[in-house]
């Protein structure tokens, strides 16, 4: 495979909501321990059966307890809302317009766009996902680089680069400065 890899990709190629949902199975696949979901559930329950024993114990009335379920309930509302919000947001974002040049090296990856150049050393990349859409280069636990699919010849073309891109990534010393832009 040749040093330098160029692709132009679009950043809305890949939907957001896919790359969201994408970007959300990988960090559960490396989380050690519990996941999100169970800590979260295991929280949820504590809370509601410390409520319920400080409403009984106070006297309060079962509707005083229902309400406060019910606030709850509201919360978790707005913080899905939240995240449509977010997609909302993303989906408009001036980034997502126009066609990128990615070029992928040894060193790292140089994405450039209308507005902005951005070079981003392998060290500093969390890794890189395969999906059905295309390549996502990770670069923290929120934000990514879509490499569409079409850019590729091939599925075998699409796995081959992103094996390189984990060699580059494993043969990076963490400690490197980053290359100069």
């Known amino acids: 495979m040749s040093t330098n890899l160029e692709f132009y990709s679009r950043f809305d190629a890949i939907d957001i909501d896919y790359a969201l949902r994408a970007l959300s199975a990988e960090r559960r696949r490396r989380a050690e321990g519990w996941g999100r ?21 106070s006297d309060a009335s079962m509707w005083t ?11 978790l509302l707005v913080i899905r809302q939240s995240r449509n919000s977010y997609i909302k947001t993303l989906s408009r974002s001036r980034m997502r317009e126009g066609v990128a040049r990615i070029v992928l ?9 209308p507005g902005y ?23 923290d636990a929120y934000d ?9 010849n091939s599925d075998a073309h699409m ?7 984990a060699a580059w990534r494993s043969a990076t010393d963490t400690d490197a400065p980053l290359p100069d832009a």
């Open 65 to 75: 307890f229902l309400s406060f379920m019910l606030l709850m309930g509201a919360g």
């Open 144 to 152: 990514y680089c879509p490499i569409e699919k079409s850019a590729f």
């Open 37 to 57: 979901q169970v800590r979260t559930t295991i929280l949820i329950a504590a809370f509601v059966c410390v409520s319920a024993i400080v409403a009984f114990a």
């Open 105 to 113: 090296s040894p060193l790292g990856m140089r994405i450039t766009h």
């Open 117 to 139: 150049e951005v070079l981003i050393s392998w060290s500093h990349m969390e890794g890189v996902l395969v999906t059905d859409q295309g390549l996502l280069l990770l670069i």
């Open 159 to 165: 796995k081959e680069v992103a094996a390189q891109i």
